[in-house]
């Protein structure tokens, strides 16, 4: 039992590893993880926001918005609505030790939401990442990438020092390729 769970962790953890994990130092910071689950209902309304790290989005057929994050943790938290059904979940990942270089040590946050969602997400520095249909998409990014890939519904995507890349998308606008703003 305990070789088949150690082998499943391993596995996972390529999965969700980036390619440039195997050059970053293991001694230079604690590496924390952390995974949250909410269940959310109707078309609940994710704001994501973001100091240093890189956010993977990836839509899911669920009523559970579930983060899994490593390198640093963050808060996930309900909001409560007008009619009083909370259905607005708030991501915050500010880096709480600053002595920590997120070019060395990125945290790395994937957060899998409903794919009838409308996604709000501001990030400072590090790249985004969205896989699949999502209601309603707003990325704001600093400095850092967006990719885009097999995205659907309405998009608005900004960024002042990075590119956008669309992958099998049905952007109503016509973009293919790679754009920079």
């Not at 924390?32 to 890189?54: F, G, W, Y």
């Amino acid at each position: 039992m305990t070789t088949l769970l150690t082998i499943s962790i391993i596995a996972l953890s390529s999965i969700f590893a980036g390619p440039d994990s195997a050059s970053r130092p293991v001694d230079a910071a604690p590496v924390s993880t952390m995974r949250h689950t909410v269940l959310v209902e109707n078309s609940p309304v994710i704001k994501i926001d973001c100091d240093a790290a890189d956010v993977r989005i990836v839509s899911w057929l669920s009523d559970k918005v579930t983060v899994q994050s490593s390198g640093s943790g963050g808060t996930l938290e309900r909001s409560g609505s007008n009619n009083g059904h909370g259905n607005t979940i708030i991501f915050h990942h500010k880096e709480a030790d600053q002595t920590v270089s997120q070019d060395i040590l990125p945290a790395i946050h994937t957060i899998y939401v409903p794919a009838n969602a409308v996604v709000e997400i501001f990030l400072a520095s590090g790249n985004v990442t969205i896989d699949g249909s999502i209601a309603n998409l707003s990325v704001n990014v600093d400095r850092g990438n967006v990719h885009l890939r097999n995205v659907a519904g309405t998009q608005d995507i900004q960024t002042a020092d990075g590119a956008v890349t669309y992958e099998n998308t049905g952007d109503p606008s016509g973009h293919s390729g790679e754009m920079s703003f």
